[in-house]
């Protein structure tokens, strides 16, 4: 295996280039939300202030006459069309935004490849995806990206729902108790746009990784497997640290971490004499894994990425690095590699 610090440099400059692609996209949703919020506020604080002038001694209206509320009503339905086209306008901007990554993955494998290769790889083929097989994938990605955005709508509408039928405790001041329910429902509002946009940047991470898997598997005739490689800072999930590193079977789909995950799949060649350089030398593997990069670490590093009750079971061994990651099934996703609950562990 050559995967030098060469090679795992280049990668990481293609991972920030993958996150400004994504960061644009999730920028554009983003901007979308605010100037929707804008336009139903006015709505929303007329109608908070009829709702909070009709508050007894009881409190908040009921729900019967907080339903019946013409202001109110007017603010929900507006509402929930804005939510859902910002739904719609959200898997737009995705699906628009598949393309390059899975370009993306392809053009990173290739190079990763190249690098490890000698001179660059001269001498040995690489095969290019079919144009069919990259339909394939953008329509694949963009079934997957609908059927996630589908509930996203209906979720925060009724959210927002019960927030307001919830209501608060009025007091002597209408006002307050108005801008009070109107930050409230801005979150509820906004809790939509944390997971349209969460689900932007998994999507198109799973889709760089599904044109990386693609391209791998028409080159088997140059790759032996694929590295996992994370990147390291101190907001880097113990999970992904365990995992770094391992080598898996070209075969092998990943790498399948969490939601956002920024790992990436580091191409890894057969050896130089198995593609026809019996005579050349290979570079010494000089990387570092995660395990070693965080032994590294100073200890508040250190308890921000396992906690402290962790941190203590590996150092005691009562814990092993084998133990943090684990694999989560999700019916309506896929597996994903987490950190493993302590209690399960030790």
Same mark, same amino acid.
């Given at each position: 295996?050559?995967?030098?610090?060469?090679?795992?440099?280049?990668?990481?400059?293609?991972?920030?280039?993958?996150?400004?692609?994504?960061?644009?996209?999730?920028?554009?949703?983003?901007?979308?939300?605010?100037?929707?919020?804008?336009?139903?506020?006015?709505?929303?604080?007329?109608?908070?202030?009829?709702?909070?002038?009709?508050?007894?001694?009881?409190?908040?209206?009921? !729900? &019967? *006459? @907080? #339903?019946?509320? $013409? %202001?109110?009503?007017?603010?929900?339905?507006?509402?929930?069309?804005?939510?859902?086209?910002?739904?719609?306008?959200?898997?737009?901007?995705?699906?628009?935004?598949?393309?390059?990554?899975?370009?993306?993955?392809?053009?990173?494998?290739?190079?990763?490849?190249?690098?490890?290769?000698?001179?660059?790889?001269?001498?040995?083929?690489?095969?290019?995806?079919?144009?069919?097989?990259?339909?394939?994938?953008?329509?694949?990605?963009?079934?997957?990206?609908?059927?996630?955005?589908?509930?996203?709508?209906?979720?925060?509408?009724?959210?927002?729902?019960?927030?307001?039928?919830?209501?608060?405790?009025?007091?002597?001041?209408?006002?307050?108790?108005?801008?009070?329910?109107?930050?409230?429902?801005?979150?509820?509002?906004?809790?939509?746009?944390?997971?349209?946009?969460?689900?932007?940047?998994?999507?198109?991470?799973?889709?760089? !990784? &599904? *044109? @990386? #898997?693609?391209? $791998? %598997?028409?080159?088997?005739?140059?790759?032996?497997?694929?590295?996992?490689?994370?990147?390291?800072?101190?907001?880097?999930?113990?999970?992904?640290?365990?995992?770094?590193?391992?080598?898996?079977?070209?075969?092998?789909?990943?790498?399948?971490?969490?939601?956002?995950?920024?790992?990436?799949?580091?191409?890894?060649?057969?050896?130089?004499?198995?593609?026809?350089?019996?005579?050349?030398?290979?570079?010494?593997?000089?990387?570092?894994?995660?395990?070693?990069?965080?032994?590294?670490?100073?200890?508040?590093?250190?308890?921000?990425?396992?906690?402290?009750?962790?941190?203590?079971?590996?150092?005691?061994?009562?814990?092993?690095?084998?133990?943090?990651?684990?694999?989560?099934?999700?019916?309506?996703?896929?597996?994903?590699?987490?950190?493993?609950?302590?209690?399960?562990?030790?």
């Amino acid at each position: 295996m050559t995967v030098t610090n060469r090679v795992l440099g280049v990668s990481r400059s293609a991972r920030v280039k993958l996150d400004q692609t994504v960061d644009a996209a999730t920028a554009k949703i983003a901007k979308a939300w605010a100037a929707a919020w804008d336009e139903v506020t006015d709505e929303w604080r007329e109608a908070l202030l009829e709702l909070a002038s009709m508050a007894d001694d009881d409190g908040w209206p009921a !729900r &019967y *006459a @907080a #339903l019946r509320v $013409r %202001r109110a009503q007017v603010a929900i339905e507006h509402t929930a069309e804005q939510l859902d086209r910002l739904s719609q306008q959200a898997g737009v901007t995705i699906v628009r935004t598949v393309p390059d990554t899975i370009s993306m993955g392809e053009d990173v494998t290739q190079r990763l490849a190249a690098l490890q290769l000698p001179r660059s790889g001269a001498g040995v083929s690489w095969t290019r995806l079919n144009p069919r097989a990259i339909d394939w994938m953008i329509t694949r990605t963009t079934q997957q990206i609908e059927s996630t955005l589908w509930p996203l709508s209906q979720d925060a509408q009724a959210v927002m729902r019960q927030t307001l039928l919830r209501g608060v405790i009025v007091g002597d001041n209408p006002r307050d108790a108005a801008d009070l329910m109107l930050t409230r429902l801005r979150g509820d509002f906004n809790g939509g746009l944390a997971r349209a946009e969460n689900i932007a940047r998994t999507e198109l991470l799973d889709s760089l !990784r &599904y *044109a @990386a #898997l693609e391209s $791998r %598997r028409e080159n088997r005739d140059v790759l032996a497997g694929w590295r996992w490689t994370c990147t390291y800072n101190a907001r880097t999930c113990g999970a992904c640290l365990a995992m770094d590193g391992q080598v898996f079977d070209l075969d092998t789909p990943g790498p399948y971490g969490h939601q956002s995950c920024r790992c990436v799949a580091v191409p890894v060649p057969k050896s130089w004499a198995d593609l026809g350089f019996p005579g050349m030398r290979e570079p010494a593997d000089d990387t570092k894994t995660g395990r070693e990069w965080f032994d590294e670490q100073p200890e508040r590093t250190q308890v921000g990425i396992l906690g402290r009750k962790r941190l203590d079971a590996l150092r005691s061994g009562r814990l092993t690095w084998d133990d943090i990651p684990q694999v989560r099934q999700n019916p309506n996703w896929r597996p994903s590699v987490v950190v493993a609950p302590l209690d399960a562990a030790v």
